[in-house]
């Protein structure tokens, strides 16, 4: 038998959070900290965003047993290239490898978007401001990597046979730490002293002391350079200001860059390590013991016994148009000059669209190799 309940209350979210776990043992998975999952899925939380929505989630039982989960939402935020009027969001879908249970669950998401008298449900979609999409389709044997994320490679199959179809797909790219090519450190020199010859181009770490201004900078940076990508959830002070808090007791200062030219910012680039890797064996628990291992992997405290982390990710690369080209070389090179000089010997940069054709062919030149794929899908509700 198969039972869908509405989630109500932070027992209930307990249970959301802690369905998955099941599924993912035989896999390559390594759990998100549970107080982050909390904080990350309470409407009740700290999250700005869930003042610009109205989200349900749901919980599957098959036979008395956790067997799936979905959450159902609309939004009020701005979302480039989405009729918000018309359109409703499903996300965090997980699902035991049945039809049955993931066909129960959709139609619950689906019926409460039906009632907002929405005719279009995309998905899978997060509702942060960090721009989750889609549902991986390749890539599944490389680790995960930090705010990305990581499915059974049947979940296509199972969102697909609920009558979905392909919206648009993102990719992540890999860089090989080890191996960065002297042509890209190269160019980047004679790319800067060619801008520099038109005036004065400065690329600068962000001033950690002076992080609320530095931030402000970003959401300018990106809310312009992203204005055209498809899926950008644009930002407003209440989301950088919960940016801020989330993401600094994890940001390197050398690995958050500032391009300035005549004094005016024009690009950033963002390089963060991957959590993931430094919670792979805590199994979602905080205790003393793993906050210890944490502070050590981040390099807030020394511990010699233990080993560093070693991959990271690219999470920011946005430069206004007209110096894109070649600031967004020079950003780049320097981040990740930054993590080889820590001893990081991969890194991944993502997510970035199938059809963004130029920071894909930059990517390229940078050394980057398109190494997972994501889907986003779309049905038409009646």
Known sequence: MIEIREIEGKKDLKKFIKMPYEIYKRYNFVPLLKAMEMDNLNPDGKSPVFKKMEIVYFLAYRDGKPAGRISAYTATHPVVGIDLNKTGFFGYFECINDFDVAQRLFEKAEDFLIKKKKKEVVGPASFAYDG??????EGFERMQM??????????RNLIEKCGFKKKIDFFAWHFN??????ERINKAKRIE????????????PANMKN??????????????AWENNWGTVLLDDADIEHIKNELKPVLIPDAVQIAEFNNEPVGIAVGIPNIFEAIKD??????????????????????????RLKTGRLLILGVLEKYREGVGVMLATKVMEVGRRLGYKEAEGSLTLEDNYAINNLIRRLGGKPYKRFRVYYKELK
Do not use: C
Request: overall charge positive.
């Open 132 to 137: 989750l999409w889609g549902v991986q389709i």
């Open 146 to 155: 930090i705010m990305i994320p990581f499915h059974p490679h049947y979940y």
């Open 177 to 182: 730490l080890n191996d960065a090519p002297l």
């Open 193 to 204: 002293k060619i801008i520099n010859s038109k005036g004065k181009l400065l690329i600068r």
């Open 211 to 224: 992080l609320r201004e530095e931030m402000d900078i970003v959401k300018r940076i990106y809310n312009k």
């Open 282 to 307: 805590m199994n979602g628990k905080l205790n003393p013991v793993n906050i210890i291992k944490l502070l050590y992997r981040l390099g807030k405290i020394p511990f010699p016994t233990l080993p």
